[in-house]
């Protein structure tokens, strides 16, 4: 059965630097674009960033770009988020997801998800 465990959310200050952790378990992902989505209340799924399975691709949100670095490590059959110079509005629940298409950044597996809040 395939799994994928979000960790590292929590609650931070704006500006502050915040780490995630997606690990995956039941199969290897090192073939597949892993990425990691958020959602706030009230609002639809946000595509954040994915990566590809060799990690040399990476691809990111307007919102994030140049604050955030997802990364992983095949050995592992993990990713990661690395969130920089975090803002209020990054609050939300976070999603790691697994075999994700970059045209319709939509994920076959997702993760339950961890929470990020950020106070001002």
């Known amino acids: 059965q395939v799994q994928l465990v979000e960790s590292g959310g929590g609650l931070v200050q704006a500006g502050d630097s915040l780490r995630l952790s997606c690990a995956a378990s039941?199969?290897?992902?090192?073939?597949?674009?892993m990425g990691w989505f958020r959602q706030a209340p009230g609002n639809e799924r946000e595509f954040v960033a994915v990566?590809?399975?060799?990690?040399?691709?990476?691809y990111y949100g307007d919102s994030v770009k140049g604050r955030f670095t997802i990364s992983r490590d095949k050995a592992k059959n993990a990713v990661y988020l690395q969130m920089n110079t975090v803002k209020p509005e990054d609050t939300a629940s976070y999603y790691c997801?697994?075999?994700?298409?970059?045209?319709?950044?939509?994920?076959?597996?997702w993760g339950l998800g961890t929470q990020v809040t950020v106070s001002s």
């Open positions: 997801g697994a075999i994700c298409n970059i045209v319709t950044k939509t994920c076959n597996y």
């Open positions: 039941g199969r290897t992902f090192t073939a597949n674009f």
């Open positions: 990566i590809s399975g060799s990690g040399t691709n990476t």
